[in-house]
């Protein structure tokens, strides 16, 4: 679940290149949010409806709050130019603290000059995982330099949860940055990694990035992946593969991906074939944006195991 913030009152920041792209635009049609209110408002009213969503969950569901570190130069010093948006941690920690039902997914961008420090606190405050986006945070896993980064990271006991693939949604700063063949490194230092998304989008000059995480899982039992917006209409092609190849979900979590559930990227109505009309009907009359895509996964045959398997990152 994605923690959104646009007020410096909150530390939040967003730059004028992603404030004009087409995904911020669309957020804005299809988020809760009144856009002519201050941007205090804003952020205050997208949380409002953040939490009410996950209360209004199933008992049993909860939802792991996702940071965003910036871009930091050979300095450590953090570039405000080239940093697409930043929720910082403090934000964050303040929001999961009004919900029992929301856990921290912090970010720490490795290049900056309190990046151990900050992997410390962000442990003892109780973050899940350390979450990165790669090809927008200049960040190369493969970079030798990171190893101290990650052996710290394997001492407070926090997994990496890192976008893989092509970056559509925010502006990158090199797409290469999001190969998944980069986390190697990581997952020879023994760092628990997750690739975000399953790698669905992007490719090198060997293949599909989403092929070469599947042929990963052979090789680092350490590895898993996670099947959020594998639901949207332009992949659905790599959850049917999933579904067809049904041992692969043993090693994925769920995500939700949330906010990016509003119709009409996904919906059950893409999955007609896998269940009837009736059914597809039945889900999308849920209110419930996550119930009902949980709904739709597990009616077209992803197993409960894969949806449940998250609870084991919170213990």
């Known amino acids: 679940m994605h923690l959104i913030g646009l007020s410096p009152k909150n530390g939040c920041y967003v730059n004028n290149k992603t404030q004009k792209s087409i995904v911020y635009r669309l957020q804005k049609l299809f988020l809760k949010i009144d856009s002519n209110g201050s941007l205090e408002d804003q952020d205050r009213q997208y949380v409002d409806w953040l939490i009410s969503t996950i209360e209004s969950s199933p008992d ?11 871009v930091y130069d050979a300095s450590g010093r953090l570039d405000e130019v080239q940093t697409p948006f930043l929720i910082p941690n403090d934000y964050l920690f303040n929001i999961t603290d009004r919900s029992q039902k929301l856990f921290p997914g912090a970010s720490v961008n490795p290049h900056r000059r309190d990046a151990l420090t900050e992997l410390d606190r962000v442990a003892e405050k109780g973050a899940i995982f350390i979450k990165w986006i790669p090809n927008s945070q200049a960040i190369d896993p493969s970079d030798k330099k990171l190893i101290p980064f990650y052996r710290k990271m394997v001492e407070v006991g926090l997994p990496l949860l890192s976008h893989c693939g092509t970056e559509y949604a925010i502006p990158a700063y090199d797409q290469k940055l999001g190969n998944p063949k980069l986390l190697q490194l990581p997952l020879e230092e023994e760092v628990k990694v997750i690739v975000a998304h399953c790698a669905v989008e992007g490719r090198d ?5 989403f092929f070469h995480f599947l042929e990963m899982l052979e090789s680092y039992p350490n590895l898993m992946g996670e099947i959020s917006a594998l639901s949207l209409l332009h992949k659905i092609h790599r959850l049917r593969y999933l579904l067809d190849n049904p041992s692969y979900f043993d090693r994925l979590y769920y995500g939700s991906d949330f906010p990016l559930q509003f119709f009409p990227a996904t919906s059950p109505y893409y999955f007609l074939g896998r269940m ?10 849920i209110d419930n944006v996550l119930a009902r895509n949980v709904a739709t996964l597990y009616k077209i045959g992803v197993p409960r195991d894969c949806l449940e398997r998250g609870l084991e990152l919170l213990k």
């Not at 009736?278 to 009359?285: D, G």
């Open 276 to 285: 009837t009309l009736e059914e597809a009907a039945e889900i999308q009359a």
């Open 205 to 209: 000059e060997n293949g599909s990035y």
């Open 60 to 70: 049993h569901h909860s939802g792991i709050l996702l940071a965003m570190d910036g």
